[in-house]
């Protein structure tokens, strides 16, 4: 079971990064390149404690359908979405925030199971732990240019 943590330091206020985190279209704008979308649930805005969201996007040139959960919220210091369905075996998704003076350490804790059997899962795992750290990484990057710029009152109304 496969861990992927990031750090990544933001100029901006902590409650802003928060929810910048937790915003629908935001997530959208950082996935362009998979044509995710949110198609159930909360499909715009900021997404909450208890609500869902099922999103459609490709990878791996496949059309895939996740749908995730917020089971943990505690603003602007932490919270979880956890797959409900989808590809994955499992994985739960901690976002986790710091304030640092005038910066934002925003941690992100991605823990999951690959779907498959022993084998298969040895071998997803190094494909797919390679893959979403990729995905993550850029997720954080528009989050912190989005922060850091007065972009993020398109997205925070």
């Known amino acids: 079971m496969p861990v992927i943590e990031l750090r990544t330091e933001i100029t901006a206020p902590i409650e802003r990064v928060f929810d910048l985190s937790r915003s629908i279209d935001l997530h959208v704008a950082s996935t362009a390149h998979t044509g995710e979308r949110a198609i159930a649930g909360v499909t715009s805005g900021l997404i909450g404690l208890g ?15 996740l749908s995730s959960r917020i089971v943990a919220f505690d603003r602007p210091r932490h919270f979880r979405d956890s797959m409900i369905r989808g590809a994955f075996a499992r994985f739960d998704h901690d976002h ?54 007065e972009d993020w009152k398109r997205f925070l109304t």
């Open 51 to 65: 609500e869902e969201v099922t999103w459609r996007a490709k990878h791996f040139g496949l059309w895939q359908e």
């Open 96 to 149: 986790l925030f710091e304030e640092r003076g005038v910066m934002t350490l925003m941690i992100d804790r991605f823990d999951f199971d690959a779907p498959l059997s022993f084998l298969g899962r040895i071998a997803s795992h190094l494909v797919l732990t390679r893959y979403m750290r990729a995905l993550l990484v850029e997720r954080n990057r528009v989050i912190r240019v989005t922060a850091e710029s």
